[in-house]
């Protein structure tokens, strides 16, 4: 019953979306990224299969910071991995402006971010960010890793190693190097996950501030809802089982936005809403499952 | 703290290892001297004075460098084999599975058999070398093999998004990722090639421990098989140990 209903709803917006989508081919692209009726399936024993996404349309515009919200298993870290060419599509297309994801990362247009910082633990904190330059075989630019390990505040750290750093200076770390190569598009996989309330807080407003001085195309996977509200220009609310796009939320706080709108009773009242727009769609699921 | 405790507990465990040696060293002594094990059970006090002895002095020592000289060429070359193919099996994902399959071939061969082979192949004096080489081939590529897998998930993620050629993420990644496991390979097989060494002069090498072991078998000479025995022991444990060293030097480097 609930499935039909929303594949009703899911076809109205259907009806809507590809107006935009079709002209695309003639007019110049836009589109940091463009993800057309995405389908992934994963193989799960002989025959069957899970489906994770089913039928996402999705774009994020040049210069555009968008969040997907969603709870876990609702294929938000998968949509990420398609747009950062280590998963391909089970149906539909994914591209990075004009070209495949795959064909971005070769020319090194991709700055990725994940949970797990991943930061190599025998090369100090400077050749970490450094990476990338080796990465692409260029030359190192020390001016440009001395600049940006400014930008996240570990000008003093440069040198020691990984592991004597906290958590949210790994974290710092590792966004320094997603934005070595100055990136067409920055992929962050719930980059602040696993670091407690307080930190993760002070991150966000560092990273607003780092976006703000070139407004990197941004795609933020995340569950935390604050999170999403106080850095995304449009909050993508998805649900799981199969993985859909329920809600996108444009957020128009005024940039740069200041530590004290995480207080204020507007950013409260839009935290608020999606939170239940999120629950509404667990409430979906219990019914489905049950 | 923490290194104080682990510097601690290291004492601790040489203690014991010193404390165990000791006792198995007084077993033999009492064991010897009783002559409850048989007339060819030496007291150790015995065979080290035998071994010390200044007249057989230049006889060991021929025996241990020609030993130590093959057992040190043969781990050089199937160590650097071992790398070479593992790292070939890393970078062409096709040939691992081919190459896998003909090591844990070559390593079902027993070398005892090999060794007449190579005397015909090669050379009486390479023999040691050839069986020390194979002998330390096989843990040396196990581990870095091992080793190149060892990356983690998120750690190939960052490389792919970065766009990685396989050549990069191997010389940035893999080999970085693989060093404590390959100094471990090498752990094992530093002994492993002594041993291959020495095998090989059993089968009629100039010169050698394995040499001295056989002519004293043959001769019944009891103190001094006891001694080249123990002289073998003594080399591999070494080179164990150095290994070892390695190996902790690498791990505290690298992780």
Known sequence: ?290 | MTAAATSNERAVSTAYGVAGLLAFMAIWEAGGRSGLLGASFPPISEVIEYLIDPTRRSLFERAVSATFVSAVRGFLIGAGVAVLLASIGALLPAARDGLDRFVASVHAVPLIALGPLFIVLLSRDGTPAAIASLAAFFPVYVASAAGFDDTSRTHRDVFSALGASRRIRMRLLQIPCALPSIADGLRLAAPAAVLGAILGEWFGAPRGIGILIVSSMQNFQITQLWASALLAAAISLSAFGLFGMLERFVVGRVR
Request: include cysteine; hydrophobic fraction near 45%.
């Open chain 1, 1 to 290: 019953m609930t499935d039909t209903v929303i594949t009703d709803i899911l076809q109205t917006i259907d009806l809507i979306e590809p107006a935009v989508g079709v002209p695309e081919a003639v007019a110049p692209v836009t589109d940091a990224l463009r993800l057309t009726n995405v389908v992934k399936d994963f193989p799960l024993r002989r025959g069957e299969a899970f489906r994770a996404l089913d039928r996402i349309d999705l774009t994020i515009a040049k210069g555009e910071f968008v969040a997907l919200l969603g709870p876990s298993g609702c294929g938000k870290s998968t949509i990420l991995r398609l747009a950062a060419g280590l998963e391909q599509p089970t149906s539909g297309t994914v591209m990075l402006g004009n070209d495949e994801p795959v064909t971005v990362a070769r020319r090194q247009g991709l700055g990725v971010a994940f949970q797990d910082h991943a930061l190599l633990p025998w090369a100090t904190v400077a050749a970490n960010v450094a990476v990338p330059f080796k990465v692409a075989r260029r030359r190192v630019d020390h001016d440009r890793v001395a600049d940006l390990l400014e930008l996240v505040g570990l000008t003093e750290f440069a040198n020691a190693r990984p592991r004597q750093l906290s958590g949210g200076m790994k974290q710092r770390a590792s966004i320094a190097r997603a934005l070595a190569l100055e990136p067409e598009i920055l992929l962050l996989d719930e980059p602040f996950g696993a670091l407690d309330a307080v930190t993760r807080r002070r991150l966000n407003i560092e990273l607003q501030n780092i976006w703000a001085r070139d407004h990197v195309s941004t795609m933020l996977v995340t569950h935390a809802v604050e999170e999403a509200v106080f850095l995304a220009d449009r909050v993508v609310v998805m649900s799981a089982k199969p993985g859909r796009v329920e809600e996108i939320r444009t957020i128009d706080f005024e940039r740069p936005r200041r530590p004290e709108l995480l207080q204020s009773p507007e950013f409260h009242h839009v935290v608020d809403e999606l939170t239940a727009a999120l629950d509404e769609n667990s409430y979906v699921d219990a019914v489905e499952l049950g």
